[in-house]
């Protein structure tokens, strides 16, 4: 993201320092405890490591090999879309249909 749009945000130095300091004693082990990435390792779930300094694109572009590399992902959600552009559709065209006999109406 542009530094022009955090300008004002709570995203700068100072707060990132400040939850970094509350989220390590959280989340690191001082006895070399297992962490979340290690757990699906050790269960043969593959992980993916990017390096968050490239450009978003080129990041996005990285994801998506990473999660299509076996075959296309099914986004359920896509279905709603399509059921919605078609409702959409379909409402238009009884809209367009109304008018069109509004203007016959009118006419005569």
Known sequence: MPEEK??????NEDAMNRRLLKYHPKNESEKGD????DFFE??????L????????DE???????FFE???????????DFKDIEIESKNLQSNIDK?????NEITKA
């Open 98 to 102: 109304i008018n069109a006999t509004h």
């Open 69 to 79: 590399r076996k075959g296309k992902l099914n986004n359920y959600m896509s279905q």
């Open 6 to 11: 955090l300008v004002g945000t709570h995203y």
């Open 49 to 56: 490591t990017l390096d968050c300094v490239n450009k978003e």
């Open 59 to 65: 990041l996005i572009n990285k994801m998506k090999i």
């Open 42 to 47: 050790m269960n043969g779930v593959e992980s």
């Open 34 to 37: 297992l962490c979340l990435k």
